[in-house]
Nanobody
Framework: QVRLVESGGDSVQVGGSLTLSCVVS????????VAWLRQAPGQERDVVAI????????YYPDSVKGRFTISRDTVKNTVYLQMNGLKAEDTAMYYC????????????????WGQGTQVTVSS
């Protein structure tokens, strides 16, 4: 059974930093696609970072590029999201995802999900 557990969400001021962690069991993070997505109230769930299984592919949307970094520790089997220069619009529930059911990186095609961790950014 695959399980993903996120942690590290908090309330932080604009310009601050946070590191989110995603501990994975039942699946090797070193051999599968890993990603972070977020969803703000009343909005669609959006990808904020993807790292491919081979590390040849890494994706960040323009909204977070240069501020967020996805990484993985294969020994701890953990995925991380380092977030710097946080903005109010980064406020959302953040989800870790792993594996793909399809052939694209649409949110609905990720195979496994965590429960989410809340990030709130305010002045």
């Amino acid at each position: 059974q695959v399980r993903l557990v996120e942690s590290g969400g908090d309330s932080v001021q604009v310009g601050g930093s946070l590191t989110l962690s995603c501990v994975v069991s039942g699946l090797s993070v070193g051999t599968t696609v890993v990603a972070w997505l977020r969803q703000a109230p009343g909005q669609e769930r959006d990808v904020v970072a993807i790292r491919g299984s081979s590390d040849l592919f890494t994706y960040y949307p323009d909204s977070v590029k240069g501020r967020f970094t996805i990484s993985r520790d294969t020994v701890k089997n953990t995925v991380y999201l380092q977030m710097n220069g946080l903005k109010a619009e980064d406020t959302a529930m953040y989800y870790c995802a792993a594996g793909l059911r399809g052939t694209t990186y649409r949110p609905g095609e990720f195979a496994h999900w965590g429960q989410g961790t809340q990030v709130t950014v305010s002045s």
